[in-house]
């Protein structure tokens, strides 16, 4: 299974996320905890997380309308696990029908949630990557090398991890507070001008420009975006 999952939690009692984030922190997964099925919704529509679970009973909404949506929209394929108190088929069947991957019934238990999730994940094929090629582009996550066309790009350790995080969501809205925690971990703070430095260091090393086929955007408060320049008509061959 992959070494470090980013997991969505959805569950408005207080003292359950808390116990939950701090097994998934335990097991070197990253967190991002939700209260209500409405934040859920708006963090699914920006992030892209490895993972998600969701308490079936929520103050404004149920859990299953949220995968529900979730699952005709932007997270089609991601691995989904039901937490409930309801134990009767009936509703483990509505639960899958609904799009989820898992049942878990609550109390959960510790070492069954983190099997169960990475069971989830390895159905859904998230094995580490060991490169990432986009274009002229490549990532080796092995030696650390990273290569535009023939040669060798010489890219930081932070620099590499940023990339790393930019390829393999190419194409989509990466949080600031994504890279931070990918690149430096969720206990060490770092400042806005520091990311923001780093990702224009990688931009230079490593070429990421429109005329090389691949750049890097910012998107105000928001975070950063890997995409490949829209061509021109012009520069089509005639």
Known sequence: MRGRLFIALLEDDVTQASLLTRWLNGANHDVATFGTGRTFIRALQTEKFDALLLDWMLPDMSGIDVLAWARMRHHRS??????????????????????ADDFLRKPVDRDELLARIESATRRKGLDPQSSITIGTFTLDRVSGAARRGEHEVHLTATEFALAWELFDNAGQIVSRERLHVAVW??????????????????????????????????????????????VSSHDLPR
Do not use: C, W
């Not at 991601?78 to 799009?99: F, Y």
């Not at 780093?198 to 975070?223: D, P």
């Open 78 to 99: 991601t691995p989904a696990i039901i937490l409930t108190q309801k134990n009767e088929g009936r509703d483990v069947a509505t639960a899958l029908r609904s799009g």
């Open 185 to 230: 971990g969720r206990n060490h703070t770092v400042q806005s001008r520091t990311l923001d430095a780093h990702i224009s260091n990688l931009r230079v090393r490593f070429g990421l420009r429109a005329e090389n086929g691949l750049r890097v955007i910012s998107l105000y408060n928001h975070g950063y975006r890997l995409e490949i320049p829209q």
